[in-house]
Nanobody, 124 residues
Framework: QVQLVESGGGLVQAGGSLRLSCAASVRTFSSYVMGWFRQAPGKEREFVAAISWSGARTDYADSVKGRCTISRDNAKNTVYLQMNSLKPEDTAVYYC?????????????????WGQGTQVTVSS
């Protein structure tokens, strides 16, 4: 059974930074692609970033490119999302997810397991 627990969300002013963490209780964590998605009130869940099992390949949504960095520590079974220059439109619940296989994915259905989410609120 896979469990994902996100942390690090909170309230921050526009222009500030947050670092989200996602701890995974899954065997062979290093075999999986990991992704971050977000969902704002009244909107569909959208892709934020993904990282390959080794960390060598990453992908970002255009809306966060240049402001966010995804990374992972396979020894700690943890994936991170460093978010800088935050904007009010970044306000959402952020979810981490596990994708079997080696290809990066930017669609929700490509991910099998999801965490419960962590709230990020950016004030103007």
């Amino acid at each position: 059974q896979v469990q994902l627990v996100e942390s690090g969300g909170g309230l921050v002013q526009a222009g500030g930074s947050l670092r989200l963490s996602c701890a995974a209780s899954v065997r062979t964590f290093s075999s999986y692609v990991m992704g971050w998605f977000r969902q704002a009130p009244g909107k569909e869940r959208e892709f934020v970033a993904a990282i390959s099992w080794s960390g060598a390949r990453t992908d970002y949504a255009d809306s966060v490119k240049g402001r966010c960095t995804i990374s992972r520590d396979n020894a700690k079974n943890t994936v991170y999302l460093q978010m800088n220059s935050l904007k009010p439109e970044d306000t959402a619940v952020y979810y981490c997810a596990v994708r079997p296989g080696g290809a990066l994915g930017n669609l929700s259905y490509q991910y099998n397991y999801w965490g419960q989410g962590t709230q990020v609120t950016v004030s103007s």
